[in-house]
């Protein structure tokens, strides 16, 4: 065992590994329930629903390859400590806010 999660306990850990899979499992039965895709020149709602749908469980799932590889909680851009706080309003959160300021202002 390393100490690069210092911050973040193993039960925690295991609480975060359930919320994220419980996110994952709504973001999955929203998407089985927009089938057939729709097209965003006939529904443009449903089109987005399911674009940003589809972006959240690639995250969700890219953070849970990051608990399993010990990685859960760094910044994947500075690799800074991602404020608990942040983690906890946004579990599958890749970034720090710092960086994702600077993301969403780019
Ligand atoms: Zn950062």
Redesign the pocket.
């Known amino acids: 065992m390393t100490h690069t999660l210092n911050k973040l306990k193993a039960s925690n850990l295991d609480s975060i590994r359930q919320q994220l899979e419980q996110h994952l499992q709504e973001r999955l039965d929203t998407l089985s329930q927009l089938l057939p895709c729709p097209l965003p020149s006939v529904d443009p709602v449903g089109y987005q629903t399911m674009a940003s749908n589809r972006l959240v469980v690639e995250q969700i799932n890219a953070a849970l390859n990051r608990l399993d590889a010990g990685t859960y909680g760094r910044?994947t851009?500075?690799?800074?400590q991602?404020a608990p706080a942040r983690l906890e309003v946004l579990p599958h959160a890749a970034?720090?806010i710092?960086?994702q300021s600077h993301a969403d202002a780019a």
């Open positions: 910044c851009r500075c690799g800074g991602i970034a720090c710092e960086c």
